[in-house]
């Protein structure tokens, strides 16, 4: 599976979008990226996933770049609940079916 | 709620000593997969099972062994332990066990002191 590159931590007033961004300027054309996020030592939570097109559901949006070397999760009003650690992950769904999951970003939201 | 069980929610042993944890995954769902998380390590696959045969195998230790019973219903049985298999262990579900999504269940907190 591609490298995703992500930033340690970020910060994000309540009410705010919250938007994370990620590097996987390796991925291969049938590699999809996938979101989940921990909040506290809970289990992973999945959030999203997309191939190349923009994607939406009732938790986040999915931006992917046109060469799709990298992408933004969008959280588009985050509240205290949102913090939590957020991985993004790079998942070949041909082969492999197992998640590798990076550091992540620490998110925090503040009042 | 994912929908996924897992049981004990904590679990403290001591060193050489074994313990079973146990899975349910969601229904319907065919394959199982445990991860592990420790402090210094992040969160790593161990294996997967699909319809009770082993599918794939991570980073997992020989003292470790898993099992998917007819009911789909997992176990993860870790023998001989040690300090440092303190950790989070999560078992995950999906329906056919490829490129579906994984659901994860709330993790077993392991303490070996």
């Known amino acids: 599976d591609a490298k995703t590159t992500q930033p340690p931590s970020m910060d994000c007033a309540e009410g705010r979008a919250a938007n994370l961004p990620c590097n996987h300027s390796?991925?291969?054309?049938?590699?999809?990226v996938y979101w989940y996020r921990q909040i506290h030592s809970q289990g992973p939570q999945y959030i999203i996933h997309?191939?190349?097109n923009n994607e939406t559901n009732e938790m986040a949006s999915l931006i992917i770049t046109e060469d799709r070397k990298s992408s933004t999760l969008i959280l588009p009003h985050a509240t205290l609940r949102d913090t939590a650690v957020y991985y993004c992950?790079?998942?070949?769904?041909?082969?492999?079916?197992?998640?590798?999951f990076g550091g992540g970003t620490r998110l925090m939201v503040k009042p | 709620d994912s929908g996924v069980t897992q049981t004990p929610k904590h679990l403290i042993t001591a060193t050489g000593q074994r313990v079973t944890l146990r899975c349910s995954p969601r229904?319907?769902?065919?394959?199982v997969y445990w991860y592990q998380q420790s402090l210094d390590q992040g969160l790593q696959f161990l294996i997967q099972?699909?319809?009770?045969?082993?599918?794939a195998k991570g980073n997992i230790l020989e003292r470790f062994s898993a099992q998917q019973f007819p009911d789909l219903h997992s176990e993860l049985n870790l023998s001989s332990l040690e300090l440092g298999d303190s950790a989070l262990y999560f078992c995950?579900?999906?329906?056919?066990?490829?490129?579906?999504?994984?659901?994860f269940g709330p993790g077993t907190r392991l303490t070996v002191l």
């Open positions: 995950a579900s999906s329906n056919w066990g490829g490129s579906d999504t994984q659901y």
């Open positions: 992950i790079v998942r070949n769904n041909n082969a492999g079916n197992m998640l590798t």
């Open positions: 390796t991925i291969s054309g049938n590699e999809y």
């Open positions: 997309g191939l190349k």
């Open positions: 229904s319907g769902d065919l394959s």
């Open positions: 099972y699909y319809n009770g045969e082993e599918r």
